[in-house]
């Protein structure tokens, strides 16, 4: 899978994408990442991609000209498969479901916005949708573009070697007919920890009595933290794909 950002602060990308699953899976060639700097497509002297908002009032907005350019440079003709997502504060909220869905598609290319935001027209005349990451406002699309681009590049098959642990962790696995859960807590070494030790069954090596264990566990911490999990239908994008691993995994 392809995935492209266009942003001010090209710069902004060094780092976030050279560790862990996500750099693994572009030194094995399974994803691709491509960071576009917007002032290429800029005709004056000084790259000018912002201008004052119509009707007055504060800050700068980003022109739309550079950004339409950009998408139709980097996707002359685009599939139903390649997707254009404008970071906003405004958009409907990125969650798993939306990473499902995404990690089954070609290309993905998104929009980091700055200053005040972008013109409207690119979110009604461009984008295929707006995504926000949360109710809170950031001071550029740029670290949105980082955590979409993580969700959905574990859940690219293949990315993350061991397929059981991307069906089974929180949102995604196990919750029906529940709803969606939360993963179960997980423990390590030292049994024994200033005197907690790790609840009993985890050492007991009976693998049905640990997955009826983890379940429980799972639906108490979901009913504790998030309740409102509960009842909620999972995403259908991502259960044909792991239907079998899915159905070995269920208590
Ligand atoms: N005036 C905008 C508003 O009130 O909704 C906020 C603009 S914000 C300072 C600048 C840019 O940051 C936005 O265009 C968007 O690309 C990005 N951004 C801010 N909050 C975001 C969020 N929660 N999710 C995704 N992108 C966000």
Not at 15 to 43: C, K, M, N, Y
Not at 61 to 75: S, T
Request: aromatic share 8%.
């Amino acid at each position: 899978m392809e995935f492209h950002v266009l942003t001010i602060f090209p710069d902004f990308f060094r780092g976030p994408f050279e560790h862990g699953v996500v750099g693994r899976a572009i030194a094995s060639g399974r994803i691709r990442v491509q960071v576009h700097d917007l002032r290429r497509w800029t005709s004056d002297r000084h790259r000018t991609v912002d201008d004052r908002p119509f009707g007055g009032g504060e800050g700068m907005v980003l022109k739309p000209e550079p950004i339409f350019q950009a998408a139709e440079e980097i996707w002359p003709e685009r599939s139903p498969a390649q997707r254009i997502v404008l970071l906003s504060a405004q958009g409907r909220l990125f969650d798993q479901a939306k990473a499902w869905e995404y990690s089954r598609l070609e290309g993905l290319l998104l929009i980091c916005g700055r200053y005040e935001g972008v013109d409207e027209r690119v979110a009604e005349h461009l984008a295929d949708e707006e995504l926000s990451i949360g109710d809170y406002v950031l001071s550029g699309g740029e670290l949105a573009a980082a955590v979409i681009i993580d969700a959905v590049a574990r859940l690219v098959p293949g990315v993350v070697g061991n397929e059981r642990s991307v069906v089974s962790e929180s949102f995604t696995g196990l919750g029906e007919p529940e709803g969606l859960l939360l993963d179960c807590p997980h423990y390590t070494r030292p049994a024994v920890f200033r005197g907690w030790g790790v609840p009993a069954v985890l050492l007991s090596g009976n693998h049905a009595e640990i997955r009826r264990w983890r379940r429980q566990a799972a639906l108490e911490k979901t009913a504790r933290l998030r309740p409102d999990l509960l009842g909620r239908l999972r995403n259908p994008a991502h259960t044909g794909a792991t239907a079998s691993i899915e159905k070995e995994l269920r208590p």
